[in-house]
């Protein structure tokens, strides 16, 4: 079975003042369809740059980085923009990016925009999804930039599911001030991804935001640790195969 | 890990092993006795071991006992015609350094193995430590993985008192694969100025 994403020995330099930091360091892992995946580390440890090459929103400087076996190096600017607005989504707590006035059921409306509905099927579609994250119709109709961090995830996520992904990426959302707001989301995450059968590729600085994935995997000083074991595939029950190691 | 026969590890069996391997590569730098081997311990590992005088006596009979170390009756410095036990290494002591280096052994406490071995380990050791503190980064991951998640909310004291033990594990598990982290990545700096 071709898995969903793969790296295969990928590096990847990142320039830090006037020096080259290699950040990831022949990298290699798959994640199946339905498995989900948490990348703890801390700051500045390269978990970004990981999702973000997983989302094609970076390229890797050498290596292969895979999406449903097509090379994301070789697709055009165009076709990883395309992936991202549908079988990708990328989401970020730094990411939030609504636009003044706007109100929430608008926001996640316009995340449909590319699928050719008018603004009214978009608006009833969104209030479905908006509906199945906890936010009611009430707080649909609330301005999108009036949102605490918590209410924005949630939007976020939202917004995400509402293009039906089949990969979930998501860079840093803990950061919630209330300990049971983000176990919270996370629950509510994870029976999402688990209901659609969605991939979830999930990083933070927080071990305990990483609880209840399939694999958890560190990274740091370039390299991955990961529960799997090195070079071996596990079924995880209901998930599919997942799998992180590092060669060479 | 290296995998090697029972008899040359044999010495490694018991919750002092990582005392036993600090001391031995304390006497591959410097011969001393027991008095001095245990201060230059107690100095080395600061204050999370509570190194005992008797204990380190004990332990290097016992490591005299498995040819690990030879001791033999010197005159004292600060009296001539006073002589005590100095300790020396013998011609396995650094081969069974090498092996505790490389070797994790089961029901160890690995933290404190750890920290015993960085403590005395040698530059030609590195490739040894980073193995070891790549296993055991993998240990706390898989330690925190199996951590039942918490779903939501505690609705009972029962419940919040299981979430913030939770909690407590996650912390503990972070602060270990941070350090192990960190300790792999100053060493491979080390390693690459040096080359």
């Known amino acids: 079975m071709t898995p969903l994403l793969s790296f295969l020995n990928v590096s990847k330099r990142c320039s830090d003042g006037g020096r080259e930091v290699l950040v990831l360091d022949r990298v290699s892992l798959e994640i199946d369809a339905g498995a989900s995946v948490g990348v703890y580390g801390a700051r500045r440890s390269g978990k970004s740059t990981l999702l973000r ?196 | 890990m290296a995998s090697v026969s029972s008899e040359k590890t044999r010495w490694m069996r018991g919750p002092s092993t990582p005392l036993r391997g600090a001391l031995l590569g304390l006497l591959l730098e410097r011969p001393g006795h027991g008095g001095d081997l245990a201060n230059r311990l107690a100095a080395r590992l600061g204050e999370t071991w509570r190194v005992d005088t008797n204990d380190v006596y004990r332990l290097l009979e016992q490591l005299e006992k498995t040819g690990l170390a030879v001791s033999r009756d010197e005159p004292k410095r600060s009296n001539n015609r006073r002589t005590h036990l100095v300790y020396h290494p013998t011609d396995e002591t650094s081969q069974a350094l090498t092996l505790w280096m490389e070797t994790l052994l089961p029901r160890e406490a690995v933290r404190l193995g750890l920290q015993a071995k960085l403590s005395v380990a040698r530059q030609q050791d590195a490739p040894r430590l980073l193995i070891a503190l790549r296993a055991y980064e993998r240990e706390c991951l898989v330690l925190a993985h199996f951590v039942s998640p918490n779903d939501g909310e505690a609705r009972s004291w029962a419940a919040l008192c299981m979430d913030c033990t939770r909690e407590a594990v996650y912390a503990q598990l972070q602060t270990e694969v941070d350090w192990a982290a960190r300790t792999r990545q100053r060493i491979n700096e080390f390693l690459a100025r040096s080359q």
Request: net charge neutral; glycine share 12%.
């Open chain 1, 53 to 248: 090459l997983a989302a094609g929103i970076a390229l890797a400087d050498s290596g292969i980085v895979r999406f449903d076996g097509r090379d994301m190096a070789k697709m055009t600017a165009g076709e990883r923009g395309r992936l991202l607005r549908g079988a990708i989504a990328f989401m970020s707590a730094e990411d939030w990016r609504a636009n003044p006035g706007e109100s929430v059921v608008d926001h996640v409306a316009t995340a449909l925009g590319s699928e050719g509905l008018t603004m009214r099927e978009a608006r009833r579609r969104a209030l479905g999804i908006l509906d199945e994250v906890g936010v009611g119709a009430a707080g649909a109709q609330e301005v999108a930039t009036s949102l605490s961090l918590t209410e924005r995830m949630r939007v976020m996520l939202a917004r995400a599911l509402a293009r039906k992904p089949r990969l979930l990426v998501l860079d840093e959302p803990a950061q919630m001030p209330n300990l049971g707001d983000r176990d919270r989301f996370y629950a509510l995450l994870r029976s999402a991804a688990r209901e659609r059968g969605m991939a979830l590729l999930v990083a933070s600085e927080e071990m305990a935001a990483l609880q209840g994935v399939g694999v958890l995997m560190s990274v740091a000083d370039g390299e991955l640790c990961s529960t799997e074991e090195q070079g071996s595939v596990v079924r995880l029950p209901g998930l599919g195969l997942a799998r992180a190691e590092r060669s060479g």
